[in-house]
Nanobody
Framework: QVQFVESGGGSVQPGGSLRLSCAAS????????MGWYRQAPGKQRELVAL????????MYLPSVRGRFTISRDNAKNMVSLQMDNLKPEDTAVYYC????????????????WGQGTQVTVSS
């Protein structure tokens, strides 16, 4: 079975930082483009960052570009999201999943979603 387990969320003030982690199992991890998605209250889920299987290329939604950094460790089946200079509009539940379609802002796959990890940015 495919499983993604997210961790690292929390509550921070604007301008703060968090590092999210995702542990994957049940897939040939290095063969997949992976992404971080988020879903804010009342909004659709959106892909904010992706990284290709070998880790050599990354893409970001304009709203997070320059502030977020996605990375992966294929030996550990892990993908991470370093979030700096956080803003209140970053508040959402963050999820990881495959992102083979390379559609930034898209809702992503229909299956294999974990519980996500809550990120709250407020003063």
């Amino acid at each position: 079975q495919v499983q993604f387990v997210e961790s690292g969320g929390g509550s921070v003030q604007p301008g703060g930082s968090l590092r999210l982690s995702c542990a994957a199992s049940g897939i040939s991890f290095s063969a997949y483009t992976m992404g971080w998605y988020r879903q804010a209250p009342g909004k659709q889920r959106e892909l904010v960052a992706l990284i290709i299987g070998g880790g050599g290329n990354r893409m970001y939604l304009p709203s997070v570009r320059g502030r977020f950094t996605i990375s992966r460790d294929n030996a550990k089946n892990m993908v991470s999201l370093q979030m700096d200079n956080l803003k209140p509009e970053d508040t959402a539940v963050y999820y990881c999943n495959a992102a083979g379609g390379w559609v930034l802002g898209g809702t992503g796959p229909s299956v294999n979603w974990g519980q996500g990890t809550q990120v709250t940015v407020s003063s």
